[in-house]
């Protein structure tokens, strides 16, 4: 644990350090989105999971050099490495997805929605190339099934993709992609730890503790929007986590209401919003249906983003919770 709170204080620091930085240079490009759920829609700097990226790639980078020349221990380092190459690539996927700016309404064009999967893809060959994870899986019903080869080359690519794009799915109020990443990762680290699962540990709580610096900068009224750099690199420390950490079915519990949110975006077609307008201080649904669980609070138009925010963080603590449980 020594080595993990180590690293995690050297995240937090490059995290902090950088956001300045990062926050003028974006703005510098003009990289700025509208705050669609405020009064007058201000222009606020978008992809700030560069900043989280900052602080992870330097508690990585902190833990290797630790294990190598204090430690002189290498038994984690190349899946450690592993980690920190499928997050450098699937935020600089992210990156670009941010770029594409819709400049005639000052908001994220992105990518279409198929060639999120398929770009997303190239991102999981790191943890595929060192065989990642362990390929015996307890199945319901069957007990351990060994799937060899399956694992790696299909189990993991699945495994990255569906966290990254899911966790693309939940989002769009200020404060709450970082939220929620607070409350899984942390829980995520404590059960790692609990039960010696040290590499999911670590990787749930390097993520945490840039996270929270974040989270700082995103909450109300935010300073910085995540954009699809934060949302992607959460899905796959998330992944990680299940894969590298052996962690799967925790990872999963964690998950639900992402898969909640799928589905009820595939109710929408894909087509809808989560964030909504404001209306005499409140948030208000431009859908009479819930087609995103923000909706739940918004259609009534009764709360303040914050709240519903806080409500949504407080569903995915109720949900995490569970596999204490379980």
Request: hydrophobic share 50%; net charge positive.
């Amino acid at each position: 644990m020594r080595i993990i709170l180590i690293s995690m204080i050297f995240g937090f620091f490059a995290a902090l350090l950088s956001s300045k930085w990062i926050i003028r240079y974006l703005r510098k490009i003009g990289l700025t989105v509208k705050d669609m759920n405020k009064k007058n829609k201000p222009l606020v700097p978008l992809s700030g999971g560069t900043i989280v990226l900052a602080g992870v790639l330097t508690s990585y980078l902190a833990f290797i050099f630790l294990q190598t020349f204090y430690y002189n221990n290498s038994e984690y380092v190349i899946n450690v490495f592993a980690v920190l190459n499928v997050i450098l690539l699937i935020t600089f996927v992210g990156f670009i997805d941010d770029l594409l700016i819709n400049k005639s309404k000052d908001e994220s064009g992105g990518l279409k929605q198929w060639q999120k999967p398929l770009i997303t893809l190239f991102a999981s060959i790191p943890l595929i190339v060192v065989n990642a994870g362990n390929s015996v899986m307890y199945v319901p019903f069957l007990g351990e099934v060994n799937f060899g080869l399956i694992y790696p080359i299909l189990f993991i690519p699945i495994g990255v993709i569906g966290a990254a794009n899911m966790v693309n799915m939940f989002a769009g109020y200020n404060g709450l992609e970082a939220g929620l990443g607070l409350v899984y990762t942390f829980m995520l680290g404590l059960y790692g730890y609990f039960n010696e699962l040290y590499l999911g540990a670590l990787i749930s709580f390097v993520t945490f503790a840039s996270l929270i610096v974040f989270y700082y900068l995103n909450k109300y009224p935010a300073k910085v929007l995540p954009g699809d750099s934060l949302t992607y690199l959460l899905g796959a420390s998330l992944a990680s986590i299940a894969i590298v950490g052996n962690m799967e079915k925790v990872a999963l519990i964690v998950s639900i209401p992402f898969f909640i949110e799928f589905i009820l975006k595939l109710r929408g077609k894909f087509n809808v919003n989560s964030y909504g307008y404001y209306e005499k201080g409140k948030i208000k649904s431009f859908y009479d249906k819930i087609y995103s669980i923000p909706h739940i609070f918004a259609r009534t138009g009764k709360f303040t983003e914050k709240q519903i925010v806080y409500f949504c963080i407080f569903i995915e603590f109720i949900f995490s919770s569970l596999i204490w449980v379980l």
